[in-house]
């Protein structure tokens, strides 16, 4: 039976404004109700269509109030920030990742009118190591556990969740571990990376990346509200590529550097604005992560229809080269040769800038961040 009354968290965002208006498109549904913290912009909301904005925050108890009042029956939780500085810190990322989702979950439970929960969480739950598996079945757990971040409010929040679904087993619950989103409307931190003119890698690695298109998550999270399907699922395109292949097809130029002057480099670009990856993103950009789809394809019964290929070919067609496709390979070596030659000395810089550089302070309230 389809749900009469879908409440969705993180409609100012991109997929989760996406999914609303998928959803408040289809006669049988009765009600979409799109939860944030800050209003959705003025395309956005044109595009919500019936959709009921609420501004609200999920660390508040009044979430209760707002999912009682309407008999939610259908929940899908996507406020869930990926970066410190999209939500003003590391603090307020944490207490609205953790603490928002305890209190969502809490209203939840006191509501008899909840039937079905669904969860966008991320395959960074697998962390990222050297001593990972070719592929990650949902069976498996991180060989490294994340220690902080993203990855490690991800792991509480499934955590929580399934604590959830053992005080209500009448409630059904799916939980979606996305790979890194791609595409040509969707703002991800793996695509603000890779808008980079020159994209820095760690010298020695290669990571296998695996993707999924845009409308390929819009379909699966549209098709796990309005299915039956309870359980986890890794959602990913199939297929894989290298990182210094992604860099190549959207004519970007790779610089390998070592590894301590990249963790330097990387709270300078977080200091000033150009991209936010904390260390956990950048250990994938070391190591990589791919996980096996066949779940989702057997069982939840979606198969994506962008390779990991062919999203990134449809997210290349907004990206401006900045090297021709024919000089790539050519200026990366030319780069890579330079940095091997300079490689002691960009280590021992790279260890005194480490103690030098700090992190941005904190941005003050609370901004729409981007999608995982």
């Known amino acids: 039976m389809p749900p009469a009354v879908v409440l969705v968290t993180g409609v100012s965002r991109w997929l989760g404004g996406a999914l609303a208006a998928e959803l408040a498109r289809d006669p049988a549904i009765d009600r979409v109700i799109g939860v944030d913290t800050v209003p959705p912009s003025a395309e956005l909301l044109r595009r919500l269509g019936r959709t009921e ?10 979430i209760g109030k707002v999912i009682s009042t309407a008999a939610v029956d ?10 410190p500085a999209g939500s003003g810190g590391r603090g307020p990322m944490k207490e609205l990742n953790v603490i928002g989702t305890m209190q969502l979950l809490a209203a939840c439970q006191r509501a008899p009118s909840v039937r079905r929960l669904v969860l966008k969480s991320t395959s960074a739950v697998y962390g990222a190591s050297p001593r990972d598996p070719a592929v990650f079945t949902e069976a498996m757990q ?3 556990v994340p220690s902080g971040g993203f990855a490690k409010d991800s792991l509480d929040i499934e955590g929580y969740v399934r604590s959830f679904s053992r005080r209500r087993p009448d409630v059904g619950v799916a939980v979606l571990r996305f790979t890194n989103f791609i595409g040509p409307r969707i703002d991800s931190v793996l695509s603000g990376f890779l808008r980079m003119p020159v994209v820095p890698t760690a010298l020695g690695y290669d990571a296998r990346v695996q993707l999924l298109h845009e409308d390929d998550a819009l379909g699966v999270l549209a098709q796990a509200t309005t299915g039956d399907f309870a359980g986890t699922v890794n959602v990913g395109g199939a297929g894989t590529l290298l990182l210094s292949q992604v860099i190549r097809r959207l004519g970007r130029l790779q610089l390998p550097v070592p590894s301590p002057a990249l963790g330097s480099l990387g709270r300078f670009t977080r200091r000033f604005g150009f991209v936010d990856y904390s260390p956990e993103q950048m250990r994938f950009l070391n ?3 791919v996980v096996d789809t066949t779940v989702l394809r057997t069982e939840f019964g979606y198969t994506p ?68």
């Open 142 to 144: 991180a060989r490294r």
């Open 287 to 289: 190591f990589g992560r």
């Open 305 to 372: 229809r962008y390779t990991t290929a062919e999203a990134l070919a449809d997210y290349a067609v907004t990206v401006q080269p900045v090297v021709p496709s024919d000089l790539v390979g050519e200026v990366t070596s030319r780069a890579q040769g330079l940095v091997a030659r300079a490689g002691s000395v960009a280590s021992s810089v790279g260890s005194t800038v480490h103690g030098r550089l700090r992190p941005a302070p904190a941005t003050p309230g609370l901004r729409a961040v981007r999608d995982a």
């Open 74 to 83: 259908t929940v899908v939780h996507m406020n869930i920030s990926s970066t």
């Open 53 to 62: 904005f609420v501004r609200a925050d999920i660390r508040n108890p009044l």
